[in-house]
């Protein structure tokens, strides 16, 4: 499994563009792609000659990690003419590109949880470098009518005392926005009071049109140059974007650190690439003002036939080679079926009904725009132009426009938080004062549910956790002088704690800190529920069973096992049967008593992934009226990598959301809209436990004695699957809302289970060798 912090990033939306665009021309079809970020004109002939020289010459070997002495010295002097800035050799390094320039700063700037300002519209890299620093990216929207450009005013707004750096780039990928030097010297007078770096994205330094006169933040004074790390390299100006060169140029211990992780990772820019970007800095430089006019030219004409088009608005850029229209008053509408809902779905209709690739604003933080490149031949230009401009006058408004409001509360934890034991009494009573004097008065909810027998109190200052509690479970009264028998604090936004929760079993406390994942909340209630109803059913009768349970003719039946043994699939091919009706899908309260399992279902709504609608078409049309958690809303947080490779993704054709793009991603569904009130029940009479198992080779079903059944539940693992619950170690009884393992807790859980396995029958199943017809087949002959 790839890090979480890998996960959570998604791979370059422009590069994925890219490539489905070139997979669309080997099939025979004339696409034409508009998604690109590079100049369409070969390098200069003395430049590849150089790097051939190279390469004539053996210089194939490692170079100082920091780049070739000649080559810092040409970028200083480069750096001198064009901008007036003053750079030594040991103040820049050189790097496999300017995008690896910028990773390698981020990573020696950022420590966890500083923050990094980021203007919106953005280059879809800026976020990702910052998380993979574990950095919080501030996002800063600004405005069309501004030109694109971060104002003053709001970079004041924007900072605190976590602010590490904020990203300037100047002209602007995607917008093609500039600065003027008046503008850059109203943001300096806010960065020199402020203890912040400026990251000075400047690659497209060079491509400017209208006589703009480009300044470079760094010369604005000596006192921001301290403060100012530049980034540029070859990759735009000369037509390099393959050799893959670029700089950075700052303060000499920034550098410094950053040279000290380049070493760790790349060692050095290429050799060969150093000695061609040597030549590009320090030979002629006429290629590069014919590049500008030409892309003057593309950029007038392609505003030229935008401007015709009635509903579009386009900035007129003055740097780069993107266009970035408004394209908002086409959305919510059709063609041929396909409605358009946003900008990933008009990218889509384009690359479909034009045969043209652009790259959706959303990738950028402005899901109103999409990003045209002008780098490419008139000719295409040409082209596309009159194909989009066919294709969009095709749109027309929607005979019915439905809009689905999805309740979905984004959580910034992701996954359950881990639940220490505290046993001190001191430790509990100061963590509750602590919780205590957070929650204050004002924002502050408390509720009562009734979970299995017990009455347990919310106290948390989360709405969304709030609302998720008493949504999902039945309320409990709470008259003056009724105790509840336990309670949880989930208290958010305590500074200096990471994301925890914590049990106090003496006095029935939980605690959970810094997290609102309703997951977490939900497990540690349910833990504390199931202390407490075997501490009032006595001596191993009352308990509770982890699994997805369903009732036949008054008798239940509860899958159970860890992941890996296809538990979720049997159990929805079951409830495809009538006879089956549903009960719970993840867990039970039991009470024994007179041979007789009376298992109760202590939740008004089930808990599901919302992945789940793979499994039961009804589900996807349920979840829209239902309260979710973490649904993807947009294509970069997707995680499934199978959709992914297809092209046949929701979001990619306009979808406002996707259910299984994110493993995290829950719904709290009313379980009586999977066909009505008599399709669901409450409580059953527990008649069989099946353990389920997945290999090629077992046997389809095993009935356990009940020895064996208790050995393979405390073991809390399958053969053939691994478990995956805590990490992939074994849990006991398949149960991870069982609160801390100490040896009495196991031993009431032991007891629990074995007077259970007195009266329901226990079958070991494996779903590797038979599927739910086998399981049905059992369970309706009562064999």
Not at 578 to 595: T, Y
Not at 684 to 695: A, E, F, S
Not at 752 to 757: A, S
Request: charged share 25%; aromatic share 8%; with cysteine.
């Amino acid at each position: 499994m790839i890090s979480e912090k890998v996960q959570r990033i998604g791979a370059s939306p422009t590069l994925k563009i890219s490539a489905r665009a070139k997979a669309m021309k080997a099939e025979g079809i004339d696409v034409i792609d508009l998604s690109v970020g590079e100049p369409d004109f070969p390098t200069p002939e003395n430049i590849k000659e150089a790097g051939i020289k190279a390469i004539r010459d053996n210089f194939t070997r490692y170079t100082e990690s920091d780049g070739i002495l000649a080559l810092r010295k040409a970028i200083a002097k480069r750096l001198k003419e064009d901008y007036g800035l003053e750079y030594g050799p040991k103040q820049i390094i050189v790097s496999a590109g300017a995008k690896s320039s910028l990773f390698h700063l981020v990573q020696a700037l950022v420590d966890e949880g500083e923050e990094v300002i980021i203007p919106a519209p953005y280059w879809v890299t800026y976020p990702e470098c910052v998380a993979l620093a574990k950095g919080k990216s501030v996002i800063v929207p600004t405005r069309e009518e501004d030109g694109f450009l971060l104002t003053p005013e709001a970079l004041r707004a924007s900072i605190s005392p976590a602010t590490k750096a904020i990203i300037l780039n100047n002209p602007s990928n995607p917008t093609g926005g500039a600065y003027t030097r008046d503008q850059l010297l109203a943001l300096a007078e806010v960065i020199k009071g402020e203890d912040v770096y400026v990251i000075a994205d400047e690659i497209y330094a060079s491509l400017v049109f209208d006589s703009f006169k480009f300044t470079s933040f760094a010369s604005l004074g000596e006192d921001i140059k301290k403060k100012t790390v530049v980034i540029n390299g070859v990759s735009k100006s000369y037509s390099m974007t393959g050799w893959r060169i670029g700089f950075a140029a700052g303060p000499a211990e920034v550098i410094d650190g950053m040279s000290k992780i380049q070493s760790h990772t790349t060692s050095n820019a290429c050799s060969i690439a150093q000695k061609a970007s040597l030549e590009a800095y320090e030979g002629p430089q006429y290629e590069v003002p014919k590049m500008v006019a030409e892309f003057q030219r593309r950029r007038n004409y392609c505003l030229m036939r935008l401007a015709a088009v009635q509903g579009l608005s386009c900035f007129r850029p003055q740097g780069a080679f993107y266009l970035f229209p408004n394209v908002r008053s086409f959305y919510d509408k059709e063609a041929n079926g396909a409605k358009i809902r946003n900008s990933y779905g008009l990218a889509y209709y384009l690359l479909k009904e034009a045969r043209v690739a652009i790259v959706p604003g959303d990738a950028f933080g402005a899901d109103d725009h999409i990003r045209l490149s002008y780098a490419t031949s008139m000719a295409n230009l040409e082209k596309s132009m009159d194909r989009i401009i066919e294709a969009l006058a095709k749109l027309k408004t929607a005979k019915k426009v439905q809009r689905v409001a999805l309740a979905n509360a984004v959580t910034r934890v992701k996954k359950a938080v881990p639940v220490d034991i505290v046993a001190d009494a001191r430790m509990r009573d100061a963590l509750v004062a602590e919780m205590e004097s957070q929650l204050g008065y004002e924002g502050r909810y408390e509720w009562n549910a009734r979970i299995g027998g017990a009455v347990i109190q919310l106290r948390t200052n989360v709405a969304h956790l709030n609302d998720f509690w008493v949504e999902n479970f039945p309320p409990a009264s709470g008259e003056a002088g009724v105790k509840p028998h336990g309670v949880v604090y989930a208290v958010d936004g305590i500074a200096g704690r990471e994301p925890r929760g914590f049990y106090h079993e003496a006095t029935q406390t939980g605690v959970l800190v810094n997290t609102d994942l309703y997951g977490s909340l939900r497990g540690l209630a349910l833990g504390l529920a199931m202390d407490i109803a075997a501490r009032m059913g006595g001596a191993g009768m009352s308990g509770a069973v982890r699994g997805m349970s369903a009732d036949v003719d008054g008798n239940g039946l509860i899958l159970v096992g860890p992941p890996g043994t296809k538990k979720t699939d049997l159990f929805f091919e079951l409830l495809a049967d009538p006879r089956f009706r549903l009960q719970a899908n993840d867990i039970v309260f039991a009470e024994i008593s007179g041979g007789r399992v009376a298992a109760d279902c202590v939740e008004r709504k089930l808990y599901l992934p919302t992945s789940a609608v793979e499994l039961d078409p009804r589900l996807a049309p349920l979840f829209d009226r239902s309260k979710c958690e973490n649904v993807v809303v947009h294509k970069d947080a997707c995680a499934d990598r199978d959709c992914q490779r297809d092209d046949d993704c929701r979001l990619d054709k306009g979808s406002a959301y996707c259910y299984k793009a994110a493993k995290e991603a829950t719904a709290l569904l009313d379980p009586a809209w999977l066909g009505g009130p008599s399709a669901a029940v409450k409580k059953t009479n527990l008649k069989w436990l099946v353990l389920l198992r997945n290999d090629a080779t077992s046997p389809a079903v095993v009935e356990l004695s009940k020895d064996e059944a208790l050995r393979a539940l405390e073991a809390g693992e399958a053969a053939g699957a691994k478990s995956a619950l805590t990490g992939g170690k074994p849990q006991p009884y398949y149960n991870p809302h069982l609160l801390g393992a100490a040896p009495e807790k196991l031993e009431a859980q032991r007891a629990f289970f074995g007077r259970l396995l007195e009266s329901v029958r226990c079958l070991l199943f494996n779903s590797g060798v038979a599927g739910a017809a086998k399981l049905k087949d059992i369970v309706l002959s009562g064999r």
